[in-house]
Structure formats: structure tokens, C-alpha cells
């Protein structure tokens, strides 16, 4: 059982009822396959009897995008893994706990967490959330602060960023981030409606010098250990819990992308209110209330990494040198909102979309949506390096909103 | 022969003669070890007859510093090997030429460059160097280019740096360069007539600020392979022939802390002229010497580096986006004018020190001397964000020279 190969159902089972404790003995495991198969095995396997329930994620050695497929590391499995048991460490209850983990199979047995929904739904849903601007804001301060220079032991440090070299997996961001989308490349998938829109980032320089420091930034500042790939998709979610999932894009890297990934996909949702909403107020109140959750967020996150530099700064000079702290998070808010925007523009032009908006039916109030995104991405990318507070992304979005696009 | 211990001569000498085509068969060898033995075994081996040597250079498992002893890796070895083969790939000629490479005995065998002298006794005995800042800004451009995300595939410079991952050695750089000499601190090593100037540093919250920033690139900025230790000890030079050694420092890092540490040890010997030249004419002449070999050195590096990112550039959107090159080069001009600047202290006040200044035997010369080190020090750490060409380092330099202290 320990060479590879994609698991049965069945083989799923056998491997649940080896793991102590997880079961009661002789159970009758059931087990479904909810993943998508495009990058991963996804079992849930349950107990009826007893009501237990565990995830078990198995890596594909390869990623099937739009019909294309192309070989990917299995020891992206260890990643996710291993970055999924130091969140839990950091950030306790904002992550699945980690049962057991496979290097062979490149399997990760997890807790299960299907008493949550996917946040991206659930906001299509029209959800509120009125503890995921505390939460993230904790498992945001809390990883990228510990992980970083600032918060733990510097030679443990480059040991770390060593073990969680994750090049493949980077690549896929180099590329469909910061790259494809500001250039006419194959990978690209958008409206016909839009393409002035897409012709117009490949034709903009000054973006392009904003996306080339960013893309820069994310090629070799080795911050602090990211998530990677931290949208709402990646984020599950109830009026009481958050648990951030996927982490198997983690590597050593720029706070900001993680921070600017979050805000963006609340970003990418408030463009689409007027057709989640049923009416033109609750649109409104609910844009509102993105925002709302956008100023919470990094305000929380500044207050706790603040709070973290005084009392667990490990590095001397950084935690007494007069006014680095302030420049320190300054520049994090300006990579954020840098990020942001990148996240954004990728999202409408690039390979992968989001449901916010593609799944808009009508075809007039999707092109809206997906003007008004581009719009709000490119400004907030253009504002990135003049950044100075959080109230300058807010009113970014809101001026670029006011505008008949 | 293969377990680790510190080498015999005839140990040595054996060694040699089972490696071939170094020596003639039945070759009588000759072994002197020439290291200071405070980090590594040296050994100069030389048949008389056909005039053949090598150099045979073993690492040590601990450092030795001012009747300290502390345990470092023999890893060092292995990056050293690998990083002068690398080096002597992308700037042949400017680096010895490695024969071998024994991993367990953390040796390598190396061409012997006894007819160069040490760069810095070469400047210390009033020698000049006509080709050095066209030799080293090869190997600079070269070196730093084509490691960089710039000049090379992106997912290999990943794995790239994960060989190089090098905490021992960075964190006596982390260590004596970037926070010791700002604190009272125990391995700080000073003149007690400058206390005043050692005081002085450790209370200037500005610069604490500028080292702050410094310190944090050198942690995190994972721009390309330095060489790591680039001061004028580590160059053996002639007047035809430049040879870049010992990179045992080697990481990945920010470009400007190697092109830094150059001008930083040129400047170093700049101060101390009125000791090592004969009258004040000459030592004038010798100081602008130095001056224009800094402004040559960056002047031809740039150029270097542009051609370099033009004709190989391998990073679509950074060769594209306009005025990014630009961008980019005038960062690294901050940051090599202020890793220069902390160079420059360190060499004044903390552990290490340069044989330039430490032996002028006049003390009042002497602390003249490291009184001017520390304002030119001082005044490119400060400058360094600001600076938007060489000639203002050329200027600052006359400036603090000008004024009496």
C-alpha cells in the first residue's frame, strides 16, 4: 500500500480503520470522493454509527486545468502538510488539525469540516461573517509574524524557508499572477466583451513597472512562510469558525501576497452585489459591509502585529531602531494593496476566474462586473507604492465604483 | 583517509599525489600550511622539480577569533567548492580554478596563486591596480546577473538557493556587521581614544533606523548568490590579473551588500593614506586613485548589467516594463552605498578589523584615521536611500575628508 498511486475508495476505508483512535474498532466506514480531480483526491469517510468524519487528501502527480494537464510534484503534499501543522501551532482552530500524514502516498488525513461552507459560497450566498475579520486577522499576525525574522530564531529561519522551497507551485503563480495577464499569452481566458480591456493591460506600461516590482517582490523577498493561495475558496467558514485550508502553495515569501489574496477575493465579491443581492439597497449594504470587513481586517492585523513586534520581537535592532516598526507596516500595507490589485486583474483576464462573477448569467451585468473589477484592480496596483493608510484602498475602490464603467 | 580530521603535511602531500595530472608521476612534494588556522588548514604544495603547486585548503570544525573557539558547520566547504566552481563558470578567469573537492574531509584542491599578493596589502604597499575595476565589475555583473531571477530559469534558482542555504556563516555577518557594532556589546573591538564615536553609534536612533532596513535585505532579499566576505582580503590581485577567493560566506542575498563590501574596503584604505604614502602629495594621488577605481567600478558594473539584462535577460516582464531597469539599478546604487557604509563601522568598532588602519602605529594618526572611517561610514548609511548616483558617494567621501576631525 506504501508505493504510489491514486487510492480507491475502498483502499481509503482500509487506510482510515489503520489509523488509532480515529475510529472505533470495527467500524463500517463509508467514503465518498468530493474532490474535483483536478490537482487532488478528496475522501470524506464517515462513520455513521458513531458520527465521526475525516477528510483523507491525496496529491495527483499532475494538475488538469481547462482540459490541459501537466505533471506536479508530489511533495507538494508534504508542504501542505507540514505548513497546515505549524498554522495549527500558531494559529490554534484556524486550521484543520492534521491526523496523519503519508509521504509515500502523499496523503494528509485531516479533520473533517463539512459543518462549514466554502467562504466564496457563502458570501454568493449573502452570508455574513462578522468574526472572519477577527479571525483572519489572527492567523494572518500569527503565522507571517512567527515565521518570520522578526519573530523567530534566524538560522531556524533559513532552515525553514529550505524545507518549504516549493518551486513548482511558485511557478504557477509567476505565471498566471505576474505575468500572463499583462501580455497577449494563451493561458488567458475572458469575455470577448472585455478584450479592449485585456488589450489595454497588455499595453500599459506603468502597470506593467508596478506588476515587475511586485512580481520582484514575490520572486525573492523570503519574508515569512505564506499560505500561497489564500482566496475565500481556500477559506472555510461559519458565523462562529474560520479555518483556512490548501495551504500547499506555501513558501517563503512577501507578507503582503497573503494579506492582498484575502482582501481581494472580498474585493472580486463586492463588484458582484448586484447579482447576489436581490434589490439595489441590500447590494449596497452589503458592498458596505466588505469594506467594513477590509478596514477590520488590516486594522486588526496591524494592531496584533504591533502587539507581537513589543512583546515577542526576537530580532534587537529592528525591535529598538525608532520608527522601523511604523515603516515596517507601512510598506506591508503598500505590498498588500499591490497584491491585491494582482489578484484581482489575474481573476478576470487570467486562467482562473472566480464564481462571484462568472457565474453572473446576465451577460450586460457580468461585463459590468468584470469592468469595474479590472478597474479596481489596476488602480490599486498603480496605488500600491504611495500608499500610506488603509482608508486610501477603501476610497480607491469607492471612486473607481462611483464611475459608469 | 576519508573520515574527518584536520590533515598531516604527508598527509596533504598524499593526497596530492592521488589526484591526476596535477603532478608528474613519482613527483617529490613539498608541504607548508600558510593558513592563520583560526578557520581553515592551508596548505601550500609545490613539486620543485616540474615547479608545480596547489592549494590545498581544509575547513576547520570551529572558528577561532581573538582566543575565542566556537563550532562551525564543515558545510562551508562544500559552499565554497560550489560556489567557486559556479563563479569561475559565469567570470573565468577571476576565480582559482577548483581541481577537487572532498566532501568528507571538507577539502578542496584549488590552483596555487602565489604570484598575486592579498589586495590589501598590495594597497597597503602603495601598488596600483589599473584593470581591477574592470575585472571585478565582471565579475560582479556577471556573478550577481546570472544567479538572479533576472538571468536565470526561476525554478532552478530556487532549488539554486536552497544549496546555498548558509546559517552559520550569515549569522556572524548578522551578528558583527548588522548589530553588534550598535550596542555596547562584548565582541565589539575599539580603540578606547574613540569611545566617544563608539557611544556616539550606539545611540544615533536615525542610524539604528538605516541598519534596521539594511539588516532586514540582507535576512530576506534573496536577489542572487554573493559571494559574501567580497573585502580586499579576499582578493589576490596583480597588476594584470584579478582573483576572486574564499567564498565561504556564500548565500543568497542582496546584490549590493558584495558590491558594497568592495567599495567598502577601498574606502577603508582611502582613510589611511597619510600613514602608507610618504608625504601628502602622493597620498593625495593615491586617494583619488581610489576615488576614481569606486566611480569605474559601479560606472562599468552598471553598464555591465544593463547590456547583461538586455541581451540575456530571462524575466519577460521585468525586460519589458519600462523605466523598471532604471528602477531597479538606482535601488541597487542605495543599497550598495549602504551596505558600504556598514562595512565601513564594523571594520572601525567591532570584532574584525583591517590591517589599513590597525597598523598605523602612530595612535594619533590611527584614531584620526578611524575617526574619518566612521564619518564616511556613517554618512553613506544615511545617504543610502536617498542616493540617486556614485557621484554622491564620491562626494560624501570628499566631504567628511574635508572637514577636520
Redesign the interface.
Known amino acids: 500500500m506504501s508505493t504510489y498511486h491514486p487510492l480507491t475508495e475502498r483502499e481509503a476505508i482500509e487506510i482510515s480503520l489503520t489509523l488509532k483512535e480515529l475510529f472505533p474498532e470495527g467500524a463500517e466506514l463509508t467514503s465518498r470522493e468530493i474532490g474535483d480531480g483536478n490537482l487532488n483526491l478528496v475522501f470524506h469517510i464517515s462513520d455513521p454509527a458513531s458520527g465521526r468524519s475525516i477528510i483523507m487528501k491525496q496529491a495527483l502527480p499532475y494538475a488538469k486545468v481547462v482540459g490541459e494537464s501537466w505533471p506536479l510534484t508530489l511533495d507538494r503534499a508534504r508542504i501542505e502538510s507540514e505548513a497546515l501543522i505549524l498554522e495549527g501551532e500558531l494559529a490554534p482552530g484556524l486550521v484543520p488539525q492534521v491526523y496523519h500524514y503519508d509521504a509515500e502516498l502523499a496523503l494528509t488525513v485531516m479533520e473533517d469540516l463539512s459543518n462549514h461552507v466554502i467562504m466564496r459560497q457563502g458570501l454568493m450566498q449573502n452570508n455574513r461573517y462578522p468574526l472572519f475579520a477577527e479571525h483572519i486577522s489572527t492567523f494572518l499576525a500569527q503565522t507571517l509574524f512567527f515565521t518570520s ?1 522578526l519573530g523567530m530564531n ?3 529561519k ?2 525553514r ?2 524545507n518549504f ?4 507551485l ?2 504557477i503563480t ?1 505565471d498566471l499572477i ?2 500572463d495577464p ?2 497577449d499569452a494563451d493561458t488567458n481566458s475572458f469575455d470577448e466583451a472585455i478584450r479592449d480591456e485585456a488589450a489595454a493591460l497588455w499595453n500599459d ?2 502597470l ?2 508596478e ?3 511586485l ?2 517582490k514575490f ?5 515569512a512562510l505564506l499560505h500561497g493561495d489564500l482566496h475565500t475558496g481556500s477559506i472555510f467558514i461559519t458565523p462562529q469558525s474560520t479555518k483556512i485550508i490548501d495551504p500547499e502553495f506555501a513558501y517563503y515569501g512577501p507578507m503582503g501576497f497573503d494579506i492582498g489574496a484575502v482582501i481581494a477575493n472580498l474585493l472580486l465579491n463586492y463588484t458582484s452585489r448586484d447579482h447576489w443581492n436581490s434589490d439595489a439597497a441590500s447590494a449596497h449594504d452589503y458592498r458596505t459591509y466588505l469594506l467594513d470587513s477590509i478596514r477590520e481586517l488590516w486594522t486588526k492585523f496591524e494592531l496584533k502585529f504591533r502587539t507581537l513586534w513589543t512583546e515577542h520581537g526576537s ?4 525591535k ?5 516598526i511604523d ?1 515596517y507596516l507601512q510598506r506591508l500595507l503598500q505590498d498588500t494593496i499591490g497584491f491585491a490589485g494582482c489578484k484581482i486583474v489575474r481573476r478576470v483576464v487570467g486562467l482562473a476566474h472566480v464564481a462571484d462573477i462568472d457565474k453572473i448569467s446576465d451577460s450586460s451585468q457580468r461585463e459590468h462586473t468584470q469592468r469595474l473589477a479590472l478597474s479596481i484592480g489596476k488602480s490599486l496596483i498603480k496605488l500600491n507604492r504611495r500608499a500610506k493608510s488603509i482608508d486610501e484602498l477603501i476610497s480607491t475602490v469607492q471612486t473607481a465604483s462611483a464611475v459608469k464603467v
Open positions: 525574522d534566524q538560522q531556524e533559513k532552515l524557508a529550505r522551497t516549493n518551486p513548482e511558485c511557478k509567476e505576474f505575468d499583462y501580455r506600461g506603468a506593467h513597472l506588476v515587475a516590482l512580481r520582484e520572486l525573492t523577498h523570503a519574508q530580532d534587537r535592532i529592528a529598538s531602531a525608532p520608527g522601523y515603516l
